[in-house]
C-alpha cells in the first residue's frame, strides 16, 4: 500500500490556494489529513475537500510538526514568517511567493524544465515556485535550448488580472461595468484603467527602468536553466483579461533552428501543447486555450526575418493554474515519490 501525507496549505481561502486544493483533488495527491491555514481573520470557515468540510486554522498557531508537505501561497511576508518555521518542524514547503526565489541555496522549481533541482530542498526544507510569467516561458523554451542553445530572449508579456489577485479581478468587473453604464471609472489596485486597456507596469519600478516583474524573467530564467550567459530583456504588461497570461516570445539562438524543427520539438515536449495553424483561429489565446486548462500552448511559431539564428512564438497558459497550483502540487509530487 502507497503511503499517504498531512498535507498543509498556506492560504487556502485564497484564489491560488483554493486552486491547489481543487488541483491536489483532482490529480489525486496521496493526502491524509490536510491543513487549510490562513491568518486568523479566517478561522471559523471552512473548505470543501473531497466532499468533507474542513474547518481552516490559524496558520500562528498552527503546529507545523503534523505536516510532512507545505504548499503555501499567502504571500512573501507570511512565507517569510511560517516557511523556516514549518522546515525547522519538518515539513517540507513549497513556497508560490518571492521570497525565497533568488536564494542560492533553494531551488527554483519547474517540473518540466529541472525536476531534478528538488534535491537541493534539503537544507531548509523549501523549494521555491517560480514567477507565473518566467513558468509558462521556461516550460516552452526548455527543449529548444536544449536543442539549440537559446542566447538571447526578449519577451512581451500581457498578463491577467488573476496575477493581481481578487482585487485586481473584482476591480476589472467594476470597471468593465461602470463603463457599460456610462459611469466615471476609478482605478485603485492597478495604476490606471484595466478594462479595455492595457497598462506596463507590474509591480514597481527599479533604477535600471525595469518594473520588478521583468527583472523576475532575467533572474529566475538564468537559475532555473542553470545558465548565466543568457540574456533576457523583458516587457511587463498587464491586460484586461481575468485568466490566463500570453507572451510574445523572440529568442536567438547559438545553433539555427527553423519554424518546422521548432514545431517538431515542442510538440513532443511535456506539458506542451502546439496550435499553430495559419488560418484565423489557428493559434492560442487565454480565453479560449489557456484559462482552466494545465498545458503550456505554443502557436504563431516562425522564423524571425531580422535575425538568422531568430525564433518567434506566442506562449499562452494559465497562470493560476499552471503558473501557480499546478506546479506546486507537481512539486509535490515528485518530492514525495522521490525523496521523503
Request: proline share 4%.
Given at each position: 500500500?502507497?503511503?499517504?501525507?498531512?498535507?498543509?496549505?498556506?492560504?487556502?481561502?485564497?484564489?491560488?490556494?483554493?486552486?491547489?486544493?481543487?488541483?491536489?483533488?483532482?490529480?489525486?495527491?496521496?493526502?491524509?489529513?490536510?491543513?487549510?491555514?490562513?491568518?486568523?481573520?479566517?478561522?471559523?470557515?471552512?473548505?470543501?475537500?473531497?466532499?468533507?468540510?474542513?474547518?481552516?486554522?490559524?496558520?500562528?498557531?498552527?503546529?507545523?510538526?503534523?505536516?510532512?508537505?507545505?504548499?503555501?501561497?499567502?504571500?512573501?511576508?507570511?512565507?517569510?514568517?511560517?516557511?523556516?518555521?514549518?522546515?525547522?518542524?519538518?515539513?517540507?514547503?513549497?513556497?508560490?511567493?518571492?521570497?525565497?526565489?533568488?536564494?542560492?541555496?533553494?531551488?527554483?522549481?519547474?517540473?518540466?524544465?529541472?525536476?531534478?533541482?528538488?534535491?537541493?530542498?534539503?537544507k531548509h526544507n523549501?523549494?521555491?515556485?517560480?514567477?507565473?510569467?518566467?513558468?509558462?516561458?521556461?516550460?516552452?523554451?526548455?527543449?529548444?535550448?536544449?536543442?539549440?542553445?537559446?542566447?538571447?530572449?526578449?519577451?512581451?508579456?500581457?498578463?491577467?488580472?488573476?496575477?493581481?489577485?481578487?482585487?485586481?479581478?473584482?476591480?476589472?468587473?467594476?470597471?468593465?461595468?461602470?463603463?457599460?453604464?456610462?459611469?466615471?471609472?476609478?482605478?485603485?489596485?492597478?495604476?490606471?484603467?484595466?478594462?479595455?486597456?492595457?497598462?506596463?507596469?507590474?509591480?514597481?519600478?527599479?533604477?535600471?527602468?525595469?518594473?520588478?516583474?521583468?527583472?523576475?524573467m532575467f533572474w529566475?530564467?538564468?537559475?532555473?536553466?542553470?545558465?548565466?550567459?543568457?540574456?533576457?530583456?523583458?516587457?511587463?504588461?498587464?491586460?484586461?483579461?481575468?485568466?490566463?497570461?500570453?507572451?510574445?516570445?523572440?529568442?536567438?539562438?547559438?545553433?539555427?533552428?527553423?519554424?518546422?524543427?521548432?514545431?517538431?520539438?515542442?510538440?513532443?515536449?511535456?506539458?506542451?501543447?502546439?496550435?499553430?495553424?495559419?488560418?484565423?483561429?489557428?493559434?492560442?489565446?487565454?480565453?479560449?486555450?489557456?484559462?482552466?486548462?494545465?498545458?503550456?500552448?505554443?502557436?504563431?511559431?516562425?522564423?524571425?526575418?531580422?535575425?538568422?539564428?531568430?525564433?518567434?512564438?506566442?506562449?499562452?497558459?494559465?497562470?493560476?493554474?499552471?503558473?501557480?497550483?499546478?506546479?506546486?502540487?507537481?512539486?509535490?509530487?515528485?518530492?514525495?515519490?522521490?525523496?521523503?
Amino acid at each position: 500500500m502507497s503511503r499517504s501525507w498531512n498535507v498543509a496549505v498556506l492560504g487556502a481561502t485564497g484564489l491560488v490556494g483554493q486552486t491547489m486544493l481543487s488541483i491536489l483533488e483532482q490529480r489525486n495527491f496521496p493526502v491524509d489529513k490536510l491543513y487549510p491555514l490562513a491568518s486568523a481573520r479566517s478561522v471559523g470557515r471552512s473548505i470543501k475537500f473531497k466532499g468533507i468540510d474542513v474547518p481552516v486554522l490559524d496558520v500562528e498557531t498552527f503546529d507545523f510538526s503534523k505536516a510532512q508537505v507545505g504548499l503555501f501561497s499567502a504571500g512573501a511576508s507570511a512565507s517569510k514568517i511560517h516557511a523556516p518555521r514549518a522546515g525547522a518542524a519538518g515539513c517540507v514547503v513549497v513556497d508560490n511567493t518571492s521570497q525565497f526565489r533568488y536564494q542560492d541555496d533553494i531551488p527554483l522549481v519547474v517540473t518540466e524544465v529541472n525536476p531534478h533541482a528538488i534535491a537541493g530542498y534539503r537544507k531548509h526544507n523549501i523549494i521555491a515556485n517560480p514567477n507565473c510569467s518566467t513558468m509558462q516561458m521556461l516550460v516552452a523554451l526548455k527543449p529548444l535550448h536544449d536543442a539549440a542553445q537559446i542566447e538571447r530572449i526578449n519577451v512581451a508579456t500581457y498578463q491577467s488580472v488573476s496575477g493581481g489577485g481578487q482585487k485586481a479581478m473584482d476591480e476589472l468587473t467594476a470597471q468593465a461595468r461602470a463603463i457599460g453604464a456610462g459611469e466615471p471609472v476609478t482605478a485603485k489596485v492597478i495604476a490606471k484603467q484595466i478594462a479595455f486597456n492595457c497598462v506596463p507596469q507590474i509591480d514597481v519600478f527599479l533604477d535600471n527602468g525595469y518594473t520588478k516583474e521583468e527583472m523576475k524573467m532575467f533572474w529566475e530564467t538564468q537559475k532555473i536553466l542553470e545558465d548565466k550567459t543568457i540574456r533576457v530583456n523583458a516587457t511587463a504588461v498587464r491586460v484586461g483579461v481575468y485568466v490566463g497570461h500570453s507572451e510574445a516570445v523572440h529568442i536567438e539562438t547559438k545553433r539555427k533552428v527553423s519554424a518546422a524543427q521548432a514545431r517538431e520539438i515542442l510538440s513532443r515536449a511535456p506539458g506542451v501543447v502546439v496550435l499553430d495553424d495559419r488560418q484565423p483561429g489557428g493559434y492560442p489565446t487565454p480565453v479560449t486555450e489557456g484559462a482552466g486548462a494545465d498545458p503550456v500552448y505554443v502557436g504563431r511559431i516562425r522564423e524571425d526575418i531580422s535575425h538568422d539564428r531568430g525564433l518567434n512564438l506566442w506562449i499562452v497558459s494559465d497562470n493560476v493554474r499552471k503558473g501557480a497550483a499546478l506546479n506546486s502540487v507537481q512539486i509535490a509530487e515528485i518530492l514525495v515519490k522521490d525523496y521523503l
